[in-house]
Every structure is written in structure tokens, then in C-alpha cells.
């Protein structure tokens, strides 16, 4: 039976866990990104993968830039080759096998990182063949779940491969890191089997000639028993739509030129979300997460591992707040004042690091790990979940999967090129590096002003008129409503109205329609 309704549609247990499940995905991402900056401060690895003026001594080992750009980055590559692949994967298996294939691909990367003695090289290899499915599952985890589920997974996971880390730091010889990196095969299992246990994604039943598995799959997921299926009318209603919409994709079928046109603003669109996910990057984020024990232990800070555990912890708790946020607030606002924002505190962190050495002053210290903190608390409230959400609400139908694609391929490649270069550049300039990210956090702010369209609360549909109508601009377009709505918030108030009727067919359009009737009935 359905537990409640969501825009007028039953959501039975079945939809949650499998929103929960396949959450484990972004799980995944986020404990493979926390895990390395700690792991490349633990003793046995630095004994066994880095260079030592003194053989045996750890406090005298230490990692060239090249390879620590590379041990870290290499993840990265294998993600943004695994993000492109994910999607035709998803396609030819189906979600389900695709996600359990690349759980396994993900455990072989694994097995190879872990069973690395002296050669980093292996170990860098296996964090490259681990992005592989970890960039798959990037694809592969939003075709059947919640965008802001699944960011939030990620920094759930982000903060307990740091709890993890600090566990067993003291453990003797390599289980260290063997115990952190190892252990993540068992979030993969669980994905990898659970997944086999819900039911495959109707649209992908439908697209294949499976029109009954798809009603089947549908009922189990909105909570109507399968003998009602078939006269039950959200599922007849849906199934239609649903062979509807496969029966246009055929029909307009696009290939990847199709992004890059201009008519209909698809260009401009395409050109955007790849602006917006790049940037995202460029807040710095990753600078703390990938980087971030190494960049406390310069400033002086007796146990970088406790700081690494602070910011994940607020990484994680911010994210239910900005879920909110983003719902409240829309797109357009978060996004601008959290660059605003972001900026100022990275500009004290840079300006407080470069003022003064902080490893003789314990009180700058504490001043960057605040401002670094207080950095976070932004990023996790507004850029963070808002545009994974964007990326989901911003393109046309017809060619919506590639722009997605091409989006998420450009956060891969500038997380490779900063994890990469960030030795090299933290090297070269220090902590007036912060002063880079601020720059880059005012210019996504800008960015947002200037280009992006306020699609909260909107269909796709209606997110597609609003890009073409002449009259709304970027900055208007908070106050535009499709055609029949007085206002957006009107939009929103008929919208409410409309799931108190679940089962009414075209409830929203009833209203619109009888909310004119009257308007015209009180102009007579």
C-alpha cells in the first residue's frame, strides 16, 4: 500500500528503499573521496609508497607533487570515463545489472589497491579501475533516484571514511589502510546484491517490449498490489505516458551534435550546465576534502584527522539544510549568495594564511580552520545539492540524457585537473591559492545572475518555454508562470491543491481551468 503521496502520486516502501539504495552509490563516491586525504598522512603508507631520506623513519618520508597528484587524481580520470560509459551501460542492461556490474568493477579496483606493497603505481591503478565504477554508478544512480538523495549520500560517506581513518590510523603496519580502503567492498556488495532485489526501472521495461514488467514494476514502487494493477488509473496513466514518451524519443532521436545548437537554446543550455558543474569544482571544495589533512597539518595543527571530521561533519549535517534551502529559496538566490558567501571565507582563509605563518601561531591556525568550516557550511547549503538539482531540471527532453552527460564529464575533468595540480600549485603559492577559489566562487555567482533561469517549481516542460520566451530574462525569470497562471506562486498554490486529489485525472489543469472559468464568470 502506497505510505503517502508526493504531487498527487503514491510512494510506497518499495520507491524509498530503493531511493535508499541505490543512494549507496553516491555513498560509494563520497567514502573513496574522503578516504585519501588521511590515508596519505598514515605511516605505513608513507613508509611503502613514498620516498625517505631515512629508510624506515616515517616523519622523514614524503610524496614528490607528480605522485601525489597522481595517487589522488587517477580516481578522477576513471570517474569521467565511467560517467560517459554509465549511461549506453545502463541502457543495454538495464539499471539494475548495470549497477551491479559496476559494483564488482568498483571491488576489483579495490582488490588491486589493497594487495599494493611497495608500488604505488598499483595503487594509483586501482583508484583509477575503482572511478571506473565509481563514474558509472554517477550515471547510472540518478536514472532511479533523487538528486539531493544521492548528495547527500555523498557526504554521509565522505564523513565516515574519515571516522574510519582516525579508528585505525594506529593500527599496526598496513592495516592502517588496507582496513579503510578494504572495507568500502562491503558498501559496494551491498548495493551491488540489494539493487537485484527491487524492481527494474519501467521506462527502461517499456523501451525494451516489456510493457507488463513495467506495469508490474511501477505498482510495486507506488504501492498498489499487482491485481490492481492493471484497472488501477495512476498506473494506466503512467504506463501511457510512459510508452508515450519512448514513442517520441524514437521518433526524435538526437545525437550529440543536437546539443550544441542553437534553436531552442540548446547550446546556450548545454554551454551552461557545463559552466555550472565546472564551477562547482572550482568553489575549492575538494581542495579541503581531497587535501584537507595535509593543509592542517601545515598550519600547524597537532591532529589534522579531528579537523578532517569536523568539516565532514558539517559537509553532512549542511546538506539536510540546504536540501531545504534549495526547496525554499529556489535555484537562483542559494546559488548567488552562497558564491558570495564561499568567497569571503576563503578570502580570510588565504589572507590569514599568507599574513602570518600560521605553524608558529596557533591562533591563525584556528582562524583558517573556522573560515575553512564556515566555507563549508555555505558550499554544503547552496552549490553542493543545487546543481546536481539543476543539472536534472534545466534541459529539453529530446536531448536531455547527453547535456547531463556532457555536464557531469566536465565536473570529472576539472576534479582530475585540481586534484591534480593542486600540489604543484600549493607548492608554488601556498595558501594564497585560497584567493584563486574566491575568485572562481564570485565568478559562479556571476555566472548565475547573468545566465541562469529560476526553474524551481516548474515541469520540464515549462522550464523549456521559459529558455525560449523572449520577454523573461535570467533576473525575470523568478516572476514568470506558464501561460494561464497569474504568477508562479500561483502555479505552486494550484499545485498543493492538486494532491489532495491522487486519483483525478489532470488535476492541476482542472484547477487552472476552473479558476479562469470563474475569472471570466466575475469580468461578465
Not at 352 to 363: K, W
Request: charged fraction near 15%.
Amino acid at each position: 500500500m502506497a505510505l503517502f503521496y508526493v504531487q498527487g502520486l503514491p510512494i510506497g516502501w518499495v520507491a524509498i528503499m530503493l531511493a535508499l539504495l541505490a543512494s549507496m552509490g553516491g555513498f560509494i563516491f563520497g567514502y573513496d573521496t574522503g578516504q585519501i586525504s588521511d590515508i596519505l598522512l598514515m605511516d605505513d603508507f608513507l613508509l611503502r609508497f613514498a620516498t625517505c631520506s631515512t629508510p624506515g623513519v616515517a616523519s622523514t618520508c614524503s610524496f614528490s607533487v607528480v605522485r601525489e597528484g597522481l595517487i589522488v587524481s587517477l580516481l578522477s580520470i576513471g570517474t569521467l570515463v565511467g560517467a560517459l560509459a554509465g549511461a549506453p551501460t545502463a541502457d543495454y542492461l538495464g539499471r539494475r545489472y548495470a549497477m551491479s556490474v559496476e559494483c564488482v568493477v568498483f571491488i576489483i579496483g579495490v582488490i588491486v589497491q589493497i594487495s599494493a606493497a611497495t608500488v604505488w603505481q598499483q595503487f594509483a591503478v586501482g583508484r583509477f579501475i575503482s572511478g571506473l565504477g565509481v563514474g558509472s554508478l554517477s550515471a547510472a544512480v540518478p536514472m532511479v533516484n533523487f538528486s539531493a538523495t544521492y548528495q547527500l549520500f555523498i557526504t554521509f560517506g565522505i564523513l565516515v571514511a574519515y571516522c574510519i581513518s582516525i579508528g585505525t590510523r594506529n593500527v599496526t603496519e598496513s592495516g592502517s589502510w588496507r582496513i579503510v580502503v578494504g572495507i568500502s567492498i562491503l558498501w559496494a556488495l551491498i548495493l551491488g546484491i540489494g539493487i537485484l532485489f527491487m524492481p527494474e526501472s519501467p521506462r527502461w521495461l517499456a523501451k525494451h517490449g516489456y510493457p507488463e514488467k513495467a506495469q508490474d514494476s511501477l505498482a510495486r514502487t507506488r504501492g498498489i498490489p499487482a491485481h490492481e494493477a492493471a484497472e488501477h488509473f495512476i498506473i494506466r496513466r503512467e504506463i501511457e505516458e510512459i510508452k508515450s514518451n519512448v514513442e517520441y524519443e524514437l521518433k526524435v532521436k538526437s545525437g550529440w551534435i543536437d546539443c550544441f545548437k542553437p534553436k531552442n537554446k540548446t547550446l546556450y543550455r548545454t554551454l551552461l550546465g557545463m559552466a555550472l558543474q565546472s564551477l562547482q569544482q572550482l568553489t575549492g571544495a575538494n581542495y579541503f576534502f581531497y587535501y584537507g589533512a595535509t593543509v592542517f597539518q601545515t598550519v600547524g595543527i597537532a591532529d589534522p584527522f579531528v579537523i578532517q571530521i569536523i568539516l565532514g561533519a558539517v559537509n553532512f549535517f549542511c546538506t539536510f539544510g540546504g536540501m531545504y534551502v534549495m526547496e525554499k529559496f529556489g535555484r537562483r538566490r542559494p546559488l548567488i549568495w552562497g558564491g558570495i558567501w564561499q568567497s569571503a571565507w576563503l578570502f580570510v582563509f588565504a589572507s590569514a594564511g599568507t599574513a602570518v605563518d600560521p605553524t608558529g601561531n596557533p591562533a591563525i591556525g584556528k582562524l583558517m580552520i573556522v573560515s575553512a568550516c564556515l566555507f563549508i557550511f555555505g558550499y554544503a547549503m547552496t552549490w553542493a545539492p543545487g546543481v546536481w538539482i539543476l543539472i536534472g531540471e534545466t534541459f529539453p527532453t529530446s536531448t536531455r540524457a547527453k547535456q547531463g552527460a556532457l555536464s557531469t564529464a566536465a565536473n570529472w575533468t576539472w576534479n582530475f585537473l585540481l586534484a591534480f595540480f593542486t600540489p604543484f600549485i600549493s607548492s608554488a603559492i601556498h595558501y594564497r591559492y585560497g584567493y584563486v577559489f574566491a575568485a572562481c566562487n564570485l565568478t559562479g555567482a556571476i555566472v548565475v545572475y547573468l545566465f541562469l533561469y529560476e526553474s524551481s517549481d516548474l515541469s520540464l516542460e515549462s522550464v523549456n518555454m521559459m529558455y525560449v520566451d523572449p520577454n523573461c530574462k535570467p533576473w525575470t525569470s523568478r516572476k514568470w508562470a506558464p501561460p494561464g497562471f497569474a504568477s508562479r506562486q500561483d502555479l505552486i498554490e494550484q499545485a498543493r491543491s492538486a494532491e489532495h486529489k491522487p486519483y483525478s485525472s489532470g488535476a492541476i489543469e482542472e484547477a487552472r481551468i476552473e479558476k479562469n472559468s470563474s475569472s471570466s464568470a466575475e469580468g461578465a
